[in-house]
Nanobody, 128 residues
Framework: EVQLVQSGGGLVQAGGSLRLSCAAT????????IGWFRQGPGQDRVEVSC????????VYGDSMEGRVTISIDSTKSTVYLQVNSLSSEDAGVYYC?????????????????????WGQGTPVSVSS
């Protein structure tokens, strides 16, 4: 079964940091694009960062660039998202998605619609 299992997140103080994990099972991990998206209440999923598991190409979305780092542990088929200097605007549900690496990472990352498999979502709340 193709699956993405997320962990991390929760309640974080403003200015704090967190790391989200996205573990993949059931498909060939090293030829996909893994993307992180944030969804606020009543809003569409907005790209945070995407990465090719094949060649390491990375794209960061405008909304959080400079405060996030995407990384990979291929031995664990897991992609991580480190988020720093959190503010209330960063709150929402974070999703990781996967799509085959047959389009440029930037193009894949431009919209959540390119992704075919999704994790269960990880809520992130930020306290002031």
């Amino acid at each position: 079964e193709v699956q993405l299992v997320q962990s991390g997140g929760g309640l974080v103080q403003a200015g704090g940091s967190l790391r989200l994990s996205c573990a993949a099972t059931g498909f060939i991990f090293d030829d996909h694009v893994i993307g992180w998206f944030r969804q606020g209440p009543g809003q569409d999923r907005v790209e945070v960062s995407c990465m090719s598991t094949q060649d390491g190409t990375i794209v960061y979305g405008d909304s959080m660039e400079g405060r996030v780092t995407i990384s990979i542990d291929s031995t664990k088929s897991t992609v991580y998202l480190q988020v720093n200097s959190l503010s209330s605007e960063d709150a929402g549900v974070y999703y990781c998605g996967a799509t085959p690496y047959n389009v440029e990472v930037a193009r894949a990352c431009s919209t959540a619609g390119h992704f075919t498999v999704w994790g269960q979502g990880t809520p992130v709340s930020v306290s002031s």
